[in-house]
Nanobody
Framework: QVQLVESGGGSARPGGSLRLSCAAS????????MGWYRQAPEKERELVAT???????IYGVSVKGRFSISRDNARHTVYLNMNNLKPEDTAVYYC???????????????????WGQGSQVTISS
């Protein structure tokens, strides 16, 4: 099975920037859509941004114009650049991969809706 390993995040002041990375480990063949979701305390998990195999991004309303998602298909990695951060961006950010194909021995297998371990992002002055 393939794991999603997140890195980056941490703390920043309002107006600052942070970057998140998420790499799929293992013998990955391809990944359709990758993205980021976040969950603040006592709130539902919400979409931050996704990017499909054609590099078409979709952004959540609250981050549009401030966050940028990109991917490196050769490294099976997705990035989230977060600029002009606000206190309301404070949350645990989760990487997601949808419809992932990987090799298990000689067999090509499919993995749906995979999630990273979560990365805390805290914005405060």
């Amino acid at each position: 099975q393939v794991q999603l390993v997140e890195s980056g995040g941490g703390s920043a002041r309002p107006g600052g920037s942070l970057r998140l990375s998420c790499a799929a480990s293992g013998r990955v063949f391809s990944i359709n859509k990758m993205g980021w979701y976040r969950q603040a305390p006592e709130k539902e998990r919400e979409l931050v941004a996704t990017i499909d195999g054609s590099n078409t991004p979709i952004y959540g309303v609250s981050v549009k114009g401030r966050f940028s998602i990109s991917r490196d298909n050769a490294r099976h990695t997705v990035y989230l650049n977060m600029n002009n951060l606000k206190p309301e961006d404070t949350a645990v950010y989760y990487c997601n991969a949808d419809n992932l194909l990987y090799y298990s021995g000689d067999h090509l297998r499919q993995q749906f809706d995979s999630w990273g371990q979560g990365s805390q992002v805290t914005i405060s002055s």
